[in-house]
């Protein structure tokens, strides 16, 4: 299994403009992610979000799904959700890993443009083969600001397809990356 | 590009309990799917269900994106969701394939669950290639129904990550699997 940890960040972010906002939690964000990261053998998601009342609505909905009326109802979704954690910022991330693991984790954060110096899907998931955690940085709205992009200590090149439309969900973008990088 | 074709389909497919049922549409469903088939090339994306309520409320948030107002807010998105077609059965589905090719397109079965005969991604990828139209089967809910499965022309492995756990979203199983059977 990959030592592997996965973060959804919502600030620092950029919206259509450009601009840097704080993005609002989507619940379906929370449920795919989690149940793909399960699928991948993730140990850990992470919510990372300044606004407190998004931490608040995030432990909500995962109250419901991991002891409320939905861990009855879907056993399954339940597993998948107890792999998220609500942090309020992507260093609050790197720390926890950092002390649970003894080692900070290398970053690698996601983006769909291309960077001159991004690494492929390739070396990357040989890069992973080293026991080492990892933490897989994903950014909702219109993706991660360029900041935080380039304090990653890589850069992964975008999702291609066969075309030229590079608009694919969070959703879609997290679950392909982790097909491609540990996938078997 | 691949003569590719994409259904999602809400009747007939199962519950929790393995009942046949009609579920209905849901919005980020259309959103992430349509995003993913327009990345790799997908021709057209059909929503099966015979409810005529969950046919208008399809249309409804297709026209929203493609002629109202986030037409202009978002064009990305517009030329994603117009890839999405309205149908009331999978037949409707590939009769509609039919005429426009001029031949029945071969339909590839999609399940979480493996059977005996289950074709694998790469036989599928090169089968493909042929140029002929193909047609990718999802199902909503817990799933195809078996009858479903059984009729199509591939059953296609389900997918697998790192571990036991079999319970993606259908945005991630479908995002994943036209990775994997198109991508570069």
Sequence with gaps: M???????????????????????????????????AKTYGVKEFFVATRLTDQIELTKRIIG???????????????????????????EDVVSHIDAQEGVRPRTVATCARKFADAISYQRMRSL????????????????????????????LEPVTGNSDYNHLSVRSAASIILDRLVGR
Tied chains: 1, 2.
Excluded: C
């Design 128 to 155: 992973m083969n080293n026991g080492k955690p990892h933490l897989l940085v994903f950014g909702t709205a219109w993706g991660l600001a360029e900041e935080t992009i380039r304090q990653a200590d890589y850069i």
């Design 64 to 90: 419901h799904w991991t002891n409320g009326a939905g861990a009855d109802y879907n056993p399954a979704r339940r597993s998948a959700l107890e792999l998220i954690r609500t942090k309020a910022s992507l």
């Design 2 to 36: 990959p030592n592997l940890y996965l973060a959804l960040v919502h600030y620092p972010v950029v919206n259509k403009n450009g601009d840097v906002i704080a993005s609002a939690v989507t619940n379906l964000d929370l449920h795919d992610i989690a149940r793909a």
